[in-house]
């Protein structure tokens, strides 16, 4: 298990890397859109992060944000279960690899379950059409 | 869903050689071209997901080459068994698992379009 500590330091990172236009040189000169927040308001990000220009920037990039993990969360569950299938096959009949391997396909479903109902529940508990 | 219009949309990615029929990384990156040598776009965070679609097909390999690798370990215990039935039974749970972890990574898209599209 990685420390919390380790998890911030990697989230302080991931979060300067985006923000910083400066000091970065350009990967491509093709970027679709790299401002967040309406045209009064915006501010430039690194790489482009999917901001549509709606609102104040860090809602806007907040949802960008959310649009991009929402995006994986298909291929991310497909992968675990794959490794799952690749404990399974090397479990070599050891019932307590497998059991191993049956758990991390078991909560895998569960997180997809609970990433699907996420957007009801959340927008049950938001007031005024904030999710739209 | 929505990762396979992702990919769907970047097909194309620049031609390179894979290793052992294991695809590259870069396959679904958009490819662009700047003195004819192809160089796959970095430029947006949704490149990330494209790179896990790569990553999720290498798994796949992986994973049919872990099966086959235990089917022959299991077969190589069935032979050296030397008709002792717990060893016997020890080896023919090693390649029935290998078969059905093989099955799992298979169906994997399959169950998650299946999951994904009665509830949603």
């Given at each position: 298990?990685?420390?919390?500590k ?54 806007d ?20 279960i ?24 078991r ?11 996420a ?6 508990l ?7 | ?97 290998a ?22």
């Open positions: 298990m990685r420390s919390l380790y998890k911030l330091l990697v989230a302080t990172g991931f979060f300067i890397l985006l923000f910083s236009a400066q000091g970065i040189p350009a990967v491509s000169a093709a970027a679709t859109r790299d401002t967040c927040g309406k045209k009064s308001l915006e501010v430039s990000t690194a790489i482009d992060i999917g901001c549509k220009g709606r609102g104040n920037p860090i809602a990039a907040s949802f960008a944000i959310i649009r991009f993990l929402s995006y994986g969360v298909g291929l991310v569950v497909v992968g675990s794959i490794v799952g299938g690749i404990q399974y096959s090397s479990s070599r009949g050891d019932p307590q690899a497998t059991a191993r391997a049956i758990e991390r396909i909560s895998t479903l569960i997180a997809l379950i609970i990433f699907i109902f957007f009801p529940i959340l927008n049950y938001i007031p005024a059409g904030f999710l739209k | 869903m929505i990762s396979v219009n992702l990919l769907i949309n970047f097909a194309a990615g620049c031609p390179g050689g894979g290793l052992l029929g294991f695809p590259t990384w870069y396959k679904y990156l958009p490819p662009m071209y700047v003195d004819g040598i192809c160089s796959p776009q970095l430029n947006s965070l949704s490149a990330v997901w494209l790179i896990a679609a790569a990553i999720i097909e290498i798994l796949l390999r992986v994973a049919a080459l872990v099966a086959v690798a235990f089917v022959i370990y299991g077969g190589f215990q069935l032979i050296t068994s030397q008709g002792d039935p717990n060893k016997t039974a020890q080896a023919r749970s090693t390649i029935i698992n078969l059905v972890g093989l099955a799992v990574a298979i169906l994997s898209g399959v169950i998650i379009g299946f999951i994904a599209g009665r509830i949603s």
